[in-house]
């Protein structure tokens, strides 16, 4: 049986050590390179066309694709060049940065539930629900008791949405210290790129080791079978977008979509179509319509 994307880049069992995964690994890539992105693309258009097509007639169902990784692992470049070459209709964009003074007053999934996609949508969290348990392991605002009740209540919370017809999608964008350290130094050098950068950046990428640990604790506690993880190569660029792209492809497919058909006698409605009278064109005017004239 063939290999699929699912296969290559689920988490693999037992105590997670991001140590083990190549960053600059490329399983099962495409060979055909732009060929291959761009027949992809048109796929992953007519099958969201499906799901969006089968949200408006009463379907429950919908995909949420989850983007984790490293400040540069390319969140934002998956959501432009996989998410972005489909419709623009069916698709629901959420970026979740730190929480205002309105979410805090919430429980930590208050926000996130917010955003969640519609029946027929393909929702994309650029960063998540993970960054709550992410950020106050690195920062130690949370004791360790308290980041297992949001483990907790992150797989619960992603049960509940599963069994109500959410799909989940996870991916760690995996890249290298070394990768992270030129994709900054390109936003130095870039006055384009420039308005991306923060100091604040420097500052959290010496925490890079906490950060390993942290995502590492996530991966390992936060993979279900209803919602696993899934780790994805991301020092190519290219090969991140592809094998998104393929993850989504995979997923959709797997759904067995249709175009709905509903119950009408289509006969009978291009009878009448095709056999209406023609309208006055917009403007035309009767003799004896009233105007002017003694």
């Known amino acids: 049986m063939k290999q699929t994307m699912h296969d290559a880049l689920v988490l693999r069992p037992g105590p997670v050590v991001l140590a083990g995964y190549e960053t600059s690994s490329k399983p099962l890539a495409d060979v055909r390179g732009d060929k291959g992105q761009l027949e992809q693309s048109q796929v992953l258009t007519e099958l969201q066309s499906m799901l969006y097509a089968e949200g408006a007639h009463g379907s429950r169902r919908r995909v949420l694709l989850v983007l984790q990784g490293m400040d540069t692992s390319g969140k934002g470049g998956v959501t432009n060049h996989v998410v972005g070459s489909v419709q623009p209709i069916g698709v629901q964009y959420a970026a979740f940065k730190k929480p205002t003074e309105e979410e805090l007053a919430h429980d930590f999934l208050w926000r996130v539930r917010q955003r969640l996609p519609g029946p027929g949508v393909i929702g994309v969290f650029d960063r998540s629900h993970y960054e709550d348990v992410l950020v106050p392991r690195v920062h130690r605002t949370l004791t360790d008791a308290e980041l297992e009740l949001r483990y907790a209540a992150i797989n619960e919370f992603e049960r509940e949405i599963t069994a109500a017809g959410t799909t989940v999608v996870k991916c760690f964008l995996h890249i290298s210290y070394e990768t992270q350290r030129e994709r900054l130094l390109a936003r130095v050098d870039d006055p384009r790129k420039r308005w991306k950068f923060d100091e604040a950046d420097l500052a959290e990428r010496a925490l890079w080791s906490h950060y390993t640990l942290a995502y590492e604790a996530v991966l390992e506690r936060c993979h279900t079978d209803v919602a696993p993880w899934f780790v994805v190569p991301a020092d190519s660029k290219k090969y991140r977008n592809w094998a998104v792209g393929q993850l989504l492809r995979e997923t959709l497919e797997a759904m ?39």
Do not use: F, M
């Open 256 to 294: 067995d979509l249709h175009y709905p058909q509903p119950a009408l006698d289509w006969n009978e409605i291009r009878e009448l179509l095709t056999s209406e009278a023609p309208r006055p064109s917009v403007g035309t005017q009767e003799q004896g319509d009233g105007q002017g004239g003694e």
